[in-house]
């Protein structure tokens, strides 16, 4: 039985130090961009989050000399905090990192690549009619990518951007006869 006295009846109090704003590293500093840049290829999702929070934090230390691989026993690893080579993950399917994912995050793309990505696909929608419009919406929502890629394709071969930007009229028929 507790002989403690007086703690039954008070709240808990918040932490003592609040965070006011987020750590942020030297993020000028030559390694500390080196790090940025680095990619994150052939991990899981979970490996993939620790290696980005490591980079964000600041903790993440890069390899000055390749490891050895776990699998071919070569040294041919040159991205720190992997157990297997690139070659090694991509045969077996497995996570570098843990060596027991099932799916490898390949490669990702950058934020300029996407946003290009993405602008060019708004413009190729707005090449559309309006039916074509609602049937690439639809196929999409389905998961036909093949059927939505085709709705596209075919209407950018009718469009080229020459037609966009003609002065001339169509038709020059229908001048007003005297």
Same mark, same amino acid.
Not at 65 to 93: D, F, G, M, N, W
């Given at each position: 039985?507790?002989?403690?006295?007086?703690?039954?009846?008070?709240?808990?109090?918040?932490?003592?130090?609040?965070?006011?704003?987020?750590?942020?590293?030297?993020?000028?500093?030559?390694?500390?961009?080196?790090?940025?840049?680095?990619?994150?290829?052939?991990?899981?999702?979970?490996?993939?989050?620790?290696?980005?929070?490591?980079?964000?934090?600041?903790?993440?230390?890069? =390899?000055?000399?390749?490891?050895?691989? $776990?699998?071919?026993? /070569? #040294? +041919?690893? *040159?991205?720190?905090?992997?157990?297997?080579?690139?070659?090694?993950?991509?045969?077996?399917?497995?996570?570098?990192?843990?060596?027991?994912?099932?799916?490898?995050?390949?490669?990702?793309?950058?934020?300029?690549?996407?946003?290009?990505?993405?602008?060019? =696909?708004?413009?190729?929608?707005?090449? $559309?009619?309006?039916? /074509? #419009? +609602?049937? *690439?919406?639809?196929?999409?929502?389905?998961?036909?990518?093949?059927?939505?890629?085709?709705?596209?394709?075919?209407?950018?071969?009718?469009?080229?951007?020459?037609?966009?930007?003609?002065?001339?009229?169509?038709?020059?028929?229908?001048?007003?006869?005297?």
């Amino acid at each position: 039985m507790s002989t403690a006295k007086g703690k039954a009846g008070q709240k808990k109090q918040g932490q003592k130090h609040k965070n006011s704003f987020a750590f942020v590293p030297n993020k000028f500093s030559p390694v500390a961009m080196k790090i940025a840049a680095t990619p994150i290829q052939g991990v899981c999702q979970r490996c993939k989050d620790i290696i980005e929070w490591k980079q964000r934090m600041g903790k993440y230390k890069p =390899l000055t000399q390749p490891k050895t691989c $776990l699998s071919c026993q /070569q #040294k +041919r690893i *040159y991205c720190a905090y992997h157990v297997l080579c690139q070659p090694c993950s991509t045969e077996k399917q497995k996570c570098a990192k843990c060596h027991e994912g099932d799916i490898a995050v390949h490669m990702d793309k950058k934020k300029e690549e996407i946003v290009k990505e993405e602008q060019e =696909l708004e413009y190729k929608i707005s090449l $559309l009619n309006e039916r /074509q #419009k +609602r049937s *690439y919406r639809r196929k999409i929502e389905r998961g036909d990518d093949d059927g939505a890629n085709k709705i596209l394709g075919n209407a950018s071969a009718e469009y080229s951007d020459d037609d966009f930007f003609d002065d001339e009229p169509e038709n020059e028929d229908d001048d007003v006869e005297e």
